[in-house]
């Protein structure tokens, strides 16, 4: 917190933009840090703008006033010299999506690029679009010409061309009561504008899990998600309930009432109850939902599936449907939720619909013998149907985990059926050293083929780096055609026949657009040849790759501590972790940062990354660790996590810092801590199992107690799978017995309270549905109670990720700061 609080009450929670306003970031610097002389920092005009509260309103009792403590000079121009720096950071675009098209000679490709750009005075990220042309010469040579300029979509929520490129879609999901807009573009100028208004449905969904938008192969129809029409509700006025009442009277003598409570998916779906499918002509501008599909069913991942021969005129969708009978769980990172693949017939545009049409529509379950399928892609022949699966991951109850390919004949005869589900790639359960861990990917670009039809290529985690690998769909190969001597990070972004649209990164080097070119030789195995695409670079990632260069990068193997017989082969195996370093050689170690990634079962990687990169700009060490239980390890690595969270994973990264401690990287008083979620989890936890170890720590919503949030979090049964392992999964209940809440507690940091001494930042968002808001204020206060130093800042409008940019400055500014404080270097 930037002022101290002598309060009456045992911690003082500020608002996280307290004494400014609502639309202004506490770093409300105009263009450069520090500001001028001549005007007032913001801290010091935060000393002029806070007044006297009362303490009591009981009357004839003495009011506690309020009183700011005056802030150290020296701390005021570490915020100021901190915001600077991580404005050159945040300040950077990234390129979050790519589309790839032969020119219409054959000679070349056109590439066009979505790019992200942080508005911190907005409060909101920039979506620009950027074109370029891209062309080899006769020695393979690579050319590149730009448009002058990206070109800003304001206010798009999503952009999708056609299939041809000849056409863009843009919608712009509603705000209030005001209809859906799509915008179809042409090369020169907008072709058509429909407007689709809340009484034929809300919001397109465009979160890139229940999103589906696919053209049709003719472009004249679009099939999308978008949230269902609200149900019925009550109208009242004053002489009681008011009867039929149409969907668009409008009555100032009356009011809605609010009706049913519905369930919606939780984190980051506040409102989002019920995504359905709709298609429509882009044409006639008609809008029309898909019939036949049960309101039980959340459906995403729509995409067009290949005309059949006895079908008719019929055209079939195929989509993944999400099963909601009882309790709708939280989704978002959620991959155990059981899934399948359904197919559907696609609404008809003709003149005349027969009456008894929708009687004739069947949806049918194409994935009935498994419990996930999801991300449904046909080869380019049509015959097959290739699909991710997330098995492990609903049988165990982890949230993420290893995945395994499939695919089905589609029947190209006649109307669609179930068929046998063939495996391609099975889960891996424990890798040889140095070889494919399994498939660790849950996107896929909507074009995946090479020019033969049956490689796919997809983005996938190995160890602590993101690779690219191609998947042969009928033998089952799988080949890594990144560079293997390379620990560089590689993001997949479009392929087009054997070209290849890929960004490389690393923690100390900014995003590089990469040109992959299949080359084959007869004699080997496919190769690629990758070469840099040339792109416009901005003043300020001259500025950061400056930063950068003076720092290193290595990922360490840390040999499990007292390897047991009881664990698999794959869980007594090394896990990783990236140490990050300035290249000078100093006689003391720089003082070091352990950062803790979420899940448990994800992994932080070694691309890049800005709070990262900020952080060792500022003169520290970093040590990232992949603890046992992340992504990119094989199962049995990740599975024996589960029933053990708060005691294997504190011991791996204690046993991660003696490493780089015994290798001389690290000064054991120098150390501190930093992570989200079950990274705070862990941060938690190792400042009271610990106490001795960490001289600050930060945590971003971290779960704290486990009694507390097992009753509010969108999803309970993450603390039963994490604290009892799979038998969590017979053991849930939505109502824990005094017994298992006392288990609860005793899992979680909160029973290690007593030996924290450790002084913590605490960073919390206050419309956080996972871990809520009360979580990390319950231990807060309880810390502030027993005299720990403690500073917590809310944001009121952030969920659990805390990403809105204004958010993300502060926080990262603040943790400088904080370890700044406690860990000098």
């Given amino acids: 917190m930037l002022l101290h609080y002598i309060t009456n009450t045992p911690i003082s929670v500020p608002h996280s933009y307290s004494a400014f306003s609502s639309h202004q970031s506490p770093f409300h610097f105009p263009k450069a840090f520090p500001q001028p002389s001549h005007h007032p920092s913001p801290l010091r005009q935060l000393h002029k703008r806070l007044h006297v509260c009362s303490g009591m309103d009981n009357i004839g009792v003495s009011p506690k006033k309020e009183v700011a403590v005056a802030v150290d000079a020296s701390i005021e121009e570490e915020y100021a010299s901190l915001s600077k720096l991580y404005k050159e950071f945040t300040n950077m675009s990234t390129i979050d999506k790519a589309w790839n098209y032969k020119s219409p000679n054959g000679k070349g490709s056109h590439a066009t690029f979505s790019i992200g750009q942080p508005n911190l005075f907005a409060n909101k990220k920039k979506k620009l679009m950027l074109s370029s042309f891209i062309s080899e010469d006769s020695n393979g040579t690579l050319n590149v010409q730009w448009s002058p300029f990206p070109i800003e979509i304001t206010g798009a929520s999503v952009m999708v061309p056609s299939p041809s490129g000849k056409k863009l879609l843009v919608i712009r999901n509603p705000e209030n009561d005001s209809p859906s807009q799509f915008e179809i573009w042409g090369p020169l100028q907008l072709e058509k504008e429909i407007r689709v208004p809340q009484s034929v449905h809300g919001s397109v969904y465009v979160d890139g899990w229940f999103e589906g938008i696919s053209w049709s192969s003719d472009e004249s129809l679009i099939a999308y998600v978008a949230e269902e029409p609200s149900l019925h509700k009550p109208t009242f006025n004053d002489t009681g309930y008011k009867k039929d009442v ?51 069913l959340s459906v995403g991942q729509v995409v067009w599936a290949p005309t059949t021969k006895g079908s008719g005129s019929h055209q079939y969708l195929v989509f993944v449907g999400w099963p909601s009978d009882t309790r709708k769980l939280g989704m978002i990172y959620c991959f155990n939720r059981p899934c399948a693949i359904y197919t559907v017939k696609a609404p008809s545009f003709g003149t005349e619909i027969k009456e008894n049409s929708i009687n004739d529509v069947s949806v049918i379950n194409l994935s009935q013998n498994t419990s996930s399928a999801f991300l449904p892609r046909f080869t380019p022949d049509g015959k097959f149907l290739v699909f991710l699966s997330a098995k492990s991951c609903v049988d165990s109850g982890a949230h993420s985990a290893t995945n ?15 068929a046998k589900i063939l495996d391609v790639v099975p889960v891996v359960m424990c890798p ?39 998947v042969n769909v009928l033998s089952g190969k799988v080949s890594r055609i990144t560079p293997s001597d390379s620990n560089h990070s590689w993001s997949l972004l479009a392929v087009d026949d054997n070209k290849i649209l890929a960004v490389c990164s690393s923690l100390i080097d900014i995003p590089q657009i990469k040109y992959g070119s299949l080359a084959k030789d007869e004699s080997k195995d496919a190769t690629w040849h990758w070469q840099d695409v040339s792109s416009p670079t901005s003043e300020s990632q001259e500025k950061v790759k400056s930063l950068l260069s003076s720092l290193q990068f ?17 869980a007594n195996k090394p896990f990783e972790a990236i140490f990050v370093s300035s290249k000078s050689k100093h006689e003391a170690c720089d003082p070091m940062i352990v950062i803790l990634h979420g899940g448990p079962h994800t992994s932080l990687l070694s ?14 060490s970093l040590l990232i660790v992949n603890y046992r239980g992340s992504l990119g390890f094989g199962e049995e690595a990740l599975q024996s996590l589960p029933g053990k969270a708060g005691l294997q994973d504190v011991n791996d990264v204690l046993t991660a810092i003696d490493h780089a401690i015994d290798m001389g990287l690290a000064d054991p008083s120098k150390i501190t801590v930093v992570g989200g979620s079950h990274g705070g989890f862990l941060t938690s936890h190792l400042i009271g199992q610990a106490p001795d170890r960490f001289a600050a720590a930060a945590v971003r919503n971290p779960v704290c107690n486990l009694a507390l949030m097992v009753g509010t979090t969108d999803i309970p049964e993450w603390c039963f799978v994490e604290s ?50 009360s979580n990390g204020l319950q231990f807060a206060r309880a810390l502030k109670e027993k005299g720990v130093e403690v500073k917590v800042i809310v944001f009121p409008e952030d969920t659990h990720a805390i990403s809105r940019p204004q958010s ?8 400088g700061v904080w370890f700044k404080k406690y860990c000098k270097k």
């Fill in 246 to 296: 149409g969907p668009t009277d409008k009555d100032c003598n009356s009011w809605k009432g609010q009706g049913d409570w519905e369930e919606d998916w939780g984190e980051t779906y506040a409102g989002k109850k019920q995504p359905a499918l709709f298609v429509i002509n882009i044409d006639s501008g008609d809008v029309r939902a898909v019939d036949g599909i049960r309101r039980s």
């Fill in 404 to 418: 395994s390919l499939h695919k089905i004949e589609w029947n190209s005869e006649g109307e669609p059926s179930p």
């Fill in 432 to 470: 040889e050293d140095g070889c494919f861990p399994g498939i660790y990917s849950h996107n896929a670009v909507s074009k995946p083929w090479l020019s033969d039809g049956s490689t796919m290529i997809i983005s996938s985690i190995w160890g602590s780096k993101e690779v690219i690998i191609s």
């Fill in 554 to 570: 290595d990922i360490l193997k840390i040999p499990v501590k007292n390897v047991q017989e009881n664990l698999t082969k794959g």
């Fill in 607 to 620: 691309s890049f990354s800005k709070s990262s990169g900020f952080l060792a700009s500022i003169g520290y």
């Fill in 724 to 773: 009892f392992g799979s038998k969590g999964l017979s053991t849930y209940t939505e109502a824990p017995s005094p017994q298992l809440l006392k288990l609860f507690h005793d899992k979680s940091p909160i029973s290690h309270l007593p030996k924290v001494k450790t002084p913590t930042l605490f960073l919390l968002g206050a419309k956080d549905l996972r871990v809520p808001v």
């Fill in 808 to 815: 993300d400055f502060e926080s990262f500014v603040n943790i």
